[in-house]
């Protein structure tokens, strides 16, 4: 008799397994975990998010998704009837390792509280359901808390050693230099810089440069700190470009100045913040954005073994060694798949270069070779540790806060600057009951 190759017998073997009924992996609701800043009520987020481990009946974690359509489910819901809010509650997200991402965006604020019921089909989960007192503020709520409060609720990291790398050649920040230094050498008509004030917590600013339009992304992420938090008075210059501007030496003549940036390099000076797209889609997230830190954890592509062994990108035209990249890919398209997908600084080489179709973000994650994946496995364990909103929020707040420690005079609302107002929400319930503290009594 012809025997079979040991591979198919394989896969006859899996086949006649799940004929005859393979054992389920059976998750245990009470035994599995549950945690998040979600689940904190102090927690103010423009998406509130927890995770769920699955853990079997012997207590063991799962590591992989459990078969068939998983029935984990979430209700957030008003604990007083009479409080009727729009609360947006989607389905769990499964990471495909055994754990899921919960998220959920309120639209007014609850005073009396949250009861949050975590199921497992009609079991409840781990502690389920959990009681969030209330006031819980919504996100375009304007009651800004104590910053050291607001740390410790939020679970700020006492030491973050970019900050520190970025501030370490700046040991004082002379203003005056600033506003004499930055509009001449940044400011120009091809510029990007917006000069910020904050006093008292509020938020004025005047536009330098020709390209200021990005200047909607730094509002909105310094907007909705003070909803949250009492900033520090400080004054400061935000580089909306996509590259860093500041590239003197640190024991050269002239010194470098502080400019924050989106973006940094190993020879340049720029004190980093975390990208605009990044913190919009935070902001946006379940409202106007499908793509954004939480959702993407969810759809992270096929598995590694159907992955496109081929380099990809997709973008508009900001860099000059984008256009590069995509001349590499006509001459290597069985490497690298580039395309430009709108152009604006180098207009004229659209008709060389074609222009690519824009690609769904999820498509991103189809490359592969095994350092890839190590890198890939590397950097979700460490975008799920740094880049979550609540870890984003604690960021922008201690490198404003290392700035305005660093000046070495009072800022100022300067000639030309106007007023950030913040957005009005008027459909939404909101009623601040913490106490206005003045900086006398801070």
């Not at 970025?166 to 050498?185: G, W, Y």
């Not at 997709?314 to 395309?339: C, F, H, I, T, Y």
């Not at 939404?428 to 009594?441: D, G, N, P």
Request: aromatic share 10%; proline share 7%; hydrophobic share 35%.
């Amino acid at each position: 008799m012809r025997r079979l190759p040991p591979a198919l017998l394989l896969q006859l073997r899996l086949a006649l397994l799940v004929a005859a009924g393979a054992p389920e992996v059976l998750v245990s609701a009470p035994r599995s975990l549950v945690w998040g800043p979600g689940l904190q009520a102090a927690v103010v987020l423009p998406v509130r998010y927890f995770y769920l481990q699955a853990v079997n009946s012997e207590g063991q974690n799962l590591t992989r998704s459990p078969p068939g359509q998983t029935p984990f489910k979430v209700v957030v819901k008003s604990l007083s009837p009479k409080e009727l809010v729009r609360i947006h509650v989607p389905k769990p997200l499964d990471r495909n390792d055994g754990t899921f991402l919960m998220r959920y965006r309120m639209y007014e604020t609850v005073d009396e509280g949250l009861k949050i019921e975590v199921l497992y089909g009609n079991e409840h989960v781990a502690q389920s359901p959990y009681i969030l007192k209330g006031p819980v503020y919504h996100e375009y709520c304007e009651c800004p808390e104590d910053s050291q409060v607001w740390q410790k609720t939020l679970s700020c990291p006492t030491k973050e050693p970019q900050i520190a790398k970025d501030f370490a050649s700046f040991p004082s920040i002379n203003l005056q230099q600033m506003l004499n230094e930055v509009p001449k050498r940044f400011g120009d008509e091809r510029g990007a810089i917006v000069h910020y004030t904050i006093l008292n917590n509020h938020i004025y600013r005047r536009s330098l440069g020709k390209y200021t339009d990005f200047k909607m992304f730094s509002d909105e992420i310094l907007l909705s700190l003070t909803r949250k938090v009492l900033l520090p008075d400080l004054e400061f210059y935000v580089n909306l470009e996509d590259w860093p501007l500041e590239h003197r030496k640190v024991n050269g003549t002239p010194s470098p100045i502080p400019i924050i940036s989106w973006c940094g390099s190993l020879d340049s000076r720029d004190v980093v913040l975390p990208t605009y797209d990044i913190t919009h889609s935070m902001l946006e997230a379940m409202r106007g954005v499908t793509n954004d830190l939480l959702s993407i954890q969810g759809n992270t592509g096929p598995s590694w073994i159907n992955k496109t062994e081929r380099a990809f990108f997709r973008g508009r035209d900001s860099r000059e060694e984008r256009l590069q990249l995509v001349q590499l890919s006509k001459e290597n398209p069985q490497l690298l798949d580039a395309g430009i997908t709108g152009y604006f600084f180098f207009q004229e080489k659209e008709k060389e270069l074609g222009k690519a179709k824009l690609m769904g973000f999820f498509d991103f994650f189809k490359e592969n070779d095994e350092e890839a994946k190590k890198i890939a496995k590397e950097g979700q364990l460490m975008a799920r540790d740094l880049l979550q909103p609540h870890r984003l929020y604690c960021y922008y707040y201690q490198v404003l806060q290392k700035y305005a420690e660093r000046q070495s005079s009072k800022p100022e609302v300067r000639d030309g600057m106007e007023l950030v107002p913040q957005p009005e929400d008027s459909t939404a319930i909101c009623q601040c009951r913490r106490k206005k503290l003045s900086r006398e009594e801070l």
